[in-house]
Every structure is written in C-alpha cells, then in structure tokens.
C-alpha cells in the first residue's frame, strides 16, 4: 500500500468515524430534548393539579363559612320573630289592663286621666298567609349569603331599594321580595 492510499483510507475512516459521532450526538440531543419536554409536561400537570386542589379547598373553606353565617343569620332572624311575638304578647297584655281601667290611666289625684293616643306597635307578627315563599332552589350559599348581605345593609340602615339593587347585582337575584319581605317585613 501506498502512503497516499493509507491516507486516503485514514482519511476516509476519520469521516466515517466523525459522521458517526454526530449522529450519535444528534441522537442523545433529541433524546435529552424529548426527556426535558415530559420533565417540562409532568411539572405543567402537577401544577395544574395543585392548583385545582387548592381551588377546591378554598372554595369548600368559603362554602363552610357561608353555611355557618348563614345558620347564624337564621338563628338571629329565628330570635327576632320570638322577640317580635313576645313584644306582642307584651302588647297584649298592656291592651288588657288598660282595658279593665276603662281605657284611662289614674291620675295623681284619683281621677281618671285620658290615656293618651296609643301608638301602633313598631313590630308585628307575619301571619302565615304573609310569610315569604321560600326561595327558589339556588344555590344554598348564594341565598345565605344575600340574606346575610340583606340583613347586614338593614342593621346598617340603608333603604329597601339600596338592598335590592344590592342583591340584584351582587347574587344576580330578580325577585328579591322574599329575603326583602323576611328581613323588613312586607314593602309598602
């Protein structure tokens, strides 16, 4: 062999040899490649998925506090109505004895005195032809949650129409007499 015809095949082996080596290169990038788009995809899907559980406890942590003010808003409204019967019954009663004086106090010196104008009760009892339909089936947090809005906006002193036009944007709610009628009594 000639020295030109070693180099020739050295030559040509070192090409081989090189062409080769890229190929297994360029075999082990895409392979890094590919190993780096599921390391990339499995991170995107656990975040995803820690997310999604994170959404899911703050909204059942939400719900629960709505159920539970909610329970507290009924258990309130349940002791306004028991206040409100035994104010009546207190009415009642002070009806009665000024009945059986005659409709007149005593005055200070023995004589009867006018009683003077009574005054029409501030509460009253809803009969129950008057009481509320119950609320459409909605969502039982939604509907706590506006009569809890409602009864805080009344304690607060603002008007039927500003509670109502609260309750319509804030719960999207179109009839809104009944939790107005619960809380304030029947509108004029």
């Known amino acids: 062999m000639s020295i030109g015809r070693r180099r020739d095949q050295s030559t040509e082996q070192q090409q081989k040899l090189r062409a ?3 190929e297994r290169l360029e075999a082990i990038v895409e392979a890094a490649e590919r190993a780096a788009e ?5 991170a995107e ?3 995803r998925l820690y997310l999604a559980q994170a959404r899911a406890e703050s909204e059942q942590a939400a719900n629960g506090r709505v159920a539970e003010l909610g329970d507290l808003v009924d258990s ?3 002791q306004a109505v028991s206040l409100r019967q035994e104010a009546e019954r207190l009415q009642a009663t002070l009806e009665e004895a000024q009945s059986r004086l005659g409709g007149g106090g005593v005055a200070d010196n023995g004589n009867v005195a006018p009683s003077p104008e009574p005054q029409k009760p ?3 009892a809803i009969d129950a032809e008057e009481r509320p ?4 089936e909605r969502n039982r947090s939604d509907a706590t949650g506006a009569r809890l809005l409602a009864t805080q906006m009344a304690v ?3 008007s039927r129409e500003e509670i109502e036009s609260r ?3 804030r719960f999207q709610i179109e009839d809104t007499n009944a939790i107005l009628h619960a809380i304030l009594g029947p509108g004029d």
């Open 76 to 78: 309130l409204l349940d």
């Open 20 to 22: 080769a080596t890229a």
């Open 156 to 158: 607060s002193g603002s």
């Open 45 to 47: 899907a656990q975040a």
């Open 133 to 136: 339909a119950p609320l459409p």
């Open 122 to 124: 501030r509460l009253r």
């Open 167 to 169: 309750l319509r944007e």
């Open 38 to 42: 599921g390391v990339i995809n499995d």
